[in-house]
Nanobody, 124 residues
């Protein structure tokens, strides 16, 4: 059974940091992505990483502030978020794509499996 279990969301002041985790199990994936959805908005791409961790891609809105990295021993993907802004407030989703799928996936249809989502709230 494929599972993506997220953790690490919460409330933080602007300028602060949070780290989200996504523990994956059940199969080997080709790549992972992080997407977010703010109230009243469509889900948007944040960043993606290959299964090996050798390649990462970020949305312009988070480039230089967010970083994605993998711990292969724990089969876990992390989203390190620094210099957070109120506009980063959203539910953040971890997603995984099967081998052979498009990389980087930037829309929901590019991914096959999803985590439950975790709320990140940045206060001004």
């Amino acid at each position: 059974q494929v599972q993506l279990v997220e953790s690490g969301g919460g409330l933080v002041q602007a300028g602060g940091s949070l780290r989200l985790s996504c523990a994956a199990s059940g199969r080997t994936f080709g790549s992972y992505g992080w997407l977010r959805q703010a109230p009243g908005k469509e889900r948007e791409f944040v960043g993606a990483v290959t299964w090996s961790g050798g390649s990462t891609v970020y949305a312009d809105s988070v480039k230089g502030r967010f970083a994605i990295f993998r711990d292969n021993a724990k089969n876990t993907v992390y989203l390190q978020m620094n210099s957070l802004k109120p506009e980063d407030t959203a539910v953040y989703y971890c997603a995984a794509a099967r081998l052979g799928r498009k990389y980087p996936g930037t829309v929901t249809d590019d991914y096959d499996y999803w985590g439950q989502g975790t709320q990140v709230t940045v206060s001004s």
